[in-house]
């Protein structure tokens, strides 16, 4: 399968002129109340509460109607949402957060402490994805009153991390309506959410839409100003892109229309089109070497491959200005950890990397060919599909032969996190505010088979493995940033797996919108100060 | 009564194949690698492993592939089609929720292309090598080769984004509640473009089938008996000849309703409805196993209950076949 570079390079061009278009300011504007709100929600998930799951897809609509105790300022620093204020002990074993006063849920009843102490021992310790990790060592939340909730750990817990995973991993549930209501998975309440947030749950019709209207009893003066949002299942991306220029949708979130679309939308001036609002979604684009093959085995031949990708080319001509160079595990949007010194980079070099493949002792065969592999590339996105083609043709250059085998999503986590039946994959690291959350299980050894998103690389290393151990505890938070700046340098010398390309997610939303992607991750967030102009 | 003897023994045989079918979907999904746990820890953006190891034990995908596939036959004997996966509701719910989406699309465009493809085809063999035949053939070909997808987004951009006439997509207009009649009309609506792109690739095939069929009942000695004895052309073309060459596209339309009881995946992302052919894409991508055999099952009996109206259908059009003759 070749590539047309002459129609990618047309693609990129159009992408980068799009961005120069500038963010329009709005500030004289008064906000108007009312209005419908359309959102394209292209993958149905299983169910819509974000205390129970913890993704986009859930976040898009459950985000809305149910909060967190904290959330992300524009920013990106903690700010309370159901709490007002936190305060961790010194020895990083109890943090106490202080609830806000006032807030009732959907149906009336008031919220208070007994309903985080059961979200929290009861749905993100034991079913969250990413909050059992991170709540592993969570023993017990005490509420001494209805406003005062106390997280108790067996071993320290960073401040910085938790206020950093809270906002995604922090959405509280209402007590009442599962407390001895049978499994909590199971409870048609996760069909039908009922939160404090700002708009009220009004109808979920499977494959065609579902309808949140204003919540009148909204703890925030005046807000929210829109009376309804709707989200219209749309499975096909061109018919989304048609869709929003038919005014039958608003808002396109995390890269749901086609490269090509987002383009030419950008270029209307009915749209914007733009990577603001999704800078707490940043994901980098990784290569994920199995060690159980000899060759790979070889530090050499990892970074022989590294260096047989020319990447600042692909990402001109096949990503434009949506994407940039990656440096590693940590992306640069993250001012929290970002380290001044990323390790080695790995630049473009062919007979650099002709020259590892020798050393190694993989010499050209007939047809110069040194050893065939198998590519298996996760079908997130089209991006992950271009770039599997474009390994397969860089390393065809430099005598490695490379067969690409896709499959669906299920098929994809099977094959590598569980089967281990990959010589080479390629996906998305989803970075998530803090590199505890869902980075280091990418790198630390002892991970249990199957478990998707993390070492399953049959790589061990005693050094990386005593500094995420260290790191994950560590309370001081200038010396936490410290030992991930060593995290980051290992990871890149080592190269268990590589992390070449940097990308956040692209919305797409009218023009008319205010108020919008003024927060790092908007998309996911209330949007009770959201508003249509006319 | 012959002919309701055969259509019982036709509904006897039927049973066998319904059973091998679903054992065979079975088998074919187990093929595939992963299971509804990897699917939903895709969806989910990851997950560790104790939560994978109860939930496969909740779905019961911690048996035997026999066993499971047991159980399966066993609940299905019990007519009782389990509970969905991605839906955690039970499948027989699921799929009488999406019914009447593709019953809908279904026979709107079944009715298009049988009635506009009857027309064409008897004034193209009518005019056979004149101009009328050319125009139509070429039309019908041109249907035919059209991917639908493309025909689909074409039609959007026309009809919804310029001339703005007709909805992008949808089954109705959520953003306003209309009842009654008024909901009927923007559903109708809703449902023209779908049904065009639809039903112009079957219109394309029922046409070249009832030309070719016409020509050659045109050409049989009881037509040259019929014109000898003065019978005016419209008498002999209606009275005659249609009904005679009506059987094949009876035959056509009992296959076809089958396929697209499947429903239209294509036709059904490009417009958003929510028919059973997008629930089956997803139940193959979610590894939803109770869903899918539901829906295999469900389509199954249907492709059975419209052959045996196609049955009663030839008996009617050609008395022959009841006497046995």
């Known amino acids: 399968m070749d590539m047309t570079r002459r129609a990618a390079l047309m693609t990129s061009a159009a992408i980068a002129s799009s961005v120069l278009f500038p963010m329009r300011s709005f500030a004289q504007e008064t906000p108007r109340k009312g209005g419908v709100f359309t959102v394209h929600y292209g993958a149905e998930q299983r169910q819509l509460n974000p205390s129970l799951q913890a993704s986009t897809g859930v976040y898009i609509i459950g985000g809305k109607i149910q909060e967190q105790l904290v959330d992300l300022d524009a920013k990106g620093q903690p700010v309370g949402v159901l709490a007002e204020s936190w305060e961790a002990a010194p020895d990083g074993k109890t943090i106490t957060f202080k609830l806000r006063p006032g807030v009732t849920w959907h149906d009336g009843k008031p919220f208070t402490s007994a309903d985080v102490q059961f979200t929290a021992m009861e749905m993100w310790k034991k079913i969250l994805n990413y909050g059992t990790t991170l709540q592993l060592f969570l023993t017990a939340v005490d509420t001494p009153d209805p406003l005062t909730a106390v997280f108790r750990y067996e071993r320290p817990m960073p401040l910085n991390l938790l206020l950093r995973a809270l906002p995604d991993l922090g959405y509280v549930s209402p007590r009442h309506l599962y407390e001895g209501k049978g499994d909590i998975r199971q409870n048609p309440v996760n069909l039908a959410p009922v939160g404090t947030g700002p708009f009220k749950f009004v109808q979920y019709e499977r494959g065609q839409h579902v309808i949140a209207e204003r919540n009148p009893n909204y703890w925030r003066a005046n807000a929210p100003y829109l009376d309804r949002i709707v989200w219209r299942v749309v499975t096909d991306r061109a018919a989304a892109a048609a869709q929003m220029e038919a005014g039958q949708i608003h808002y396109s979130p995390f890269s749901g229309l086609t490269i090509s679309d987002s383009a030419r939308l950008g270029k209307d001036p009915r749209f914007i089109v733009s990577t603001k609002g999704n800078e707490g979604n940043a994901r980098t684009n990784t290569i994920e070497f199995n060690f159980r093959r000899k060759e790979f085995a070889d530090i050499r031949v990892r970074r022989a491959i590294a260096h047989a990708l020319d990447i600042p080319f692909f990402i001109e001509n096949f990503l434009g200005d949506f994407a940039k160079r990656g440096t590693g595990p940590i992306p640069s949007v993250s001012t929290d950890f970002y380290p001044a010194d990323n390790g080695p980079q790995y630049p473009f070099d062919k007979k650099l990397a002709a020259k590892l493949l020798d050393e190694a002792g993989f010499k050209p065969g007939a047809g110069g060919t040194r050893f065939s592999l198998r590519l298996l590339p996760a079908p997130w996105g089209e991006d992950i599909s271009l770039f599997a083609t474009f390994i397969q043709q860089s390393l065809a250059d430099v005598g490695i032969k490379v067969e690409i085998v896709r499959t669906d999503g299920g098929g994809y986590l099977k094959q590598v996190y569980d089967d281990h039946a990959f010589d080479l994959a390629t996906g998305w690291h989803q970075y998530r505010n803090d590199p505890a959350v869902s980075t280091t299980v990418w790198y630390r050894s002892g991970q249990p088979k199957g478990a998707p998103w993390t070492n399953q690389w049959d790589w061990t290393d005693p050094t990386i493995d005593k500094i995420i151990d260290d790191a994950a505890t560590e309370v001081d938070a200038a010396k936490r940033k410290a030992l991930y700046g060593d995290f980051v340098r290992r990871a890149n010398t080592e190269l268990p797996i590589w992390t070449p390309i940097e990308q956040i997610f692209l919305t797409a939303i009218t023009a008319k919108a205010r108020n919008h992607s003024n927060t790092p991750r908007w998309g996911s967030s209330s949007w009770h100060d959201l508003w249509l102009a006319e | ?325």
């Not at chain 2, 055999?293 to 109206?309: D, E, K, T």
């Open chain 2, 1 to 325: 009564m012959r002919v309701l003897s055969l259509a019982g023994r036709r509904l006897a045989a039927s049973i066998p194949t319904l059973f091998l079918i679903l054992i065979g979907v079975f088998l074919l999904l187990q093929l595939a690698p992963g299971d509804t746990v990897d699917a939903l820890m895709a969806q989910m953006g990851g997950g560790d492993a104790a939560t994978a190891k109860q939930l496969r034990e909740f779905y019961g995908l911690d048996l035997s592939v026999w066993a499971q596939l047991g159980n399966y036959l066993w609940r299905l004997v019990r007519l009782d089609l389990g509970f969905s996966a991605i839906y955690g509701k039970p499948v027989a719910t699921v799929i009488a929720e999406r019914l009447p989406a593709t019953i809908l699309l279904m026979t709107a465009s079944l009715s298009f292309a049988f009635f506009f493809g009857l027309i064409l085809g008897v004034v193209a063999a009518r005019g056979v090598n004149k101009w009328p035949d050319t125009l139509i053939s070429t039309l019908g070909l041109t249907f035919y080769a059209m991917p639908t997808f493309w025909f689909g987004l074409m039609a959007i951009v026309v009809f919804s984004i310029y001339l703005q006439w007709l909805p992008a997509g949808g089954f109705e207009d959520i953003t306003v509640s209309y009842t009654g009649l008024r909901r009927t009309l923007d559903i109708a609506l809703h449902l023209v473009l779908p049904t065009l792109t639809l039903g112009l690739f079957y219109m394309a095939i029922y046409l070249r089938i009832m030309r070719g069929s016409m020509l050659e009942v045109l050409n049989l000695d009881f037509v040259r008996t019929a014109r000898s004895k003065g019978m005016d052309e419209t008498r002999v073309v209606v009275r005659h000849v249609l009904r005679n060459a009506l059987l094949p596209m009876v035959t056509l339309i009992g296959l076809q309703a089958g396929t697209m009881l499947g429903g239209s995946v294509v036709v059904e992302s490009v417009f958003s409805l929510p028919g059973l052919g997008r629930l089956a894409y997803e139940s193959v991508i979610q590894r939803d196993l109770n869903t899918l055999l539901g829906i295999v099952f469900v389509s199954a009996l249907l492709v059975i209950a419209v052959n045996f109206i196609v049955d009663l259908l030839y008996a009617r059009l050609d008395p022959r076949i009841t006497t046995g003759s």
